[in-house]
């Protein structure tokens, strides 16, 4: 079973930055033999796709539209953690942001295994 845990989320202003982290705890399988992403959910919003990454570090990525060339996704397979540094945040970034673990890049939610607790983003304007 695995367990996603994520931190670094917070209270930030706008054009600020925040890097959230989120580290397995597994058990079988590597981490690094899964693919890797970020979603989030605001307030009244359906869950969205932020950010993936395949199974090797320094691997494929894909991003939203709404956070390309500002957000970037990274893995350390040694220390089995995934991040997401997120730059030039916005007011509309404000969302509860949830790590995803899945077979395949995870660019929606039927392709995700398991999910971790999530972490609040806030950017005031």
């Known amino acids: 079973q695995v367990q996603l845990v994520e931190s670094g989320g917070g209270l930030v202003q706008a054009g600020g930055s925040l890097r959230l982290s989120c580290t397995a705890s597994?058990?079988?399988?590597?981490?690094?033999?899964?693919?890797m992403g970020w979603f989030r959910q605001a307030p009244g919003k359906e869950r969205e796709f932020v950010a993936g990454i395949s199974w090797w570090s320094g691997g494929n990525t894909v991003y939203a539209n709404s956070v390309k060339g500002r957000f970037t996704i990274s893995r350390d397979n040694a220390k089995n953690t995934v991040y997401l540094q997120m730059n030039s945040l916005k007011p509309e970034d404000t969302a509860v942001y949830y790590c995803?673990?899945?077979?395949?890049?995870?660019?929606?939610?039927?392709?995700?295994?398991?999910w971790g607790q999530g972490t609040q983003v806030t950017v005031s304007s």
């Open positions: 995803a673990r899945g077979e395949y890049m995870p660019t929606n939610p039927s392709r995700v295994g398991s």
């Open positions: 597994t058990s079988g399988r590597t981490f690094s033999s899964y693919a």
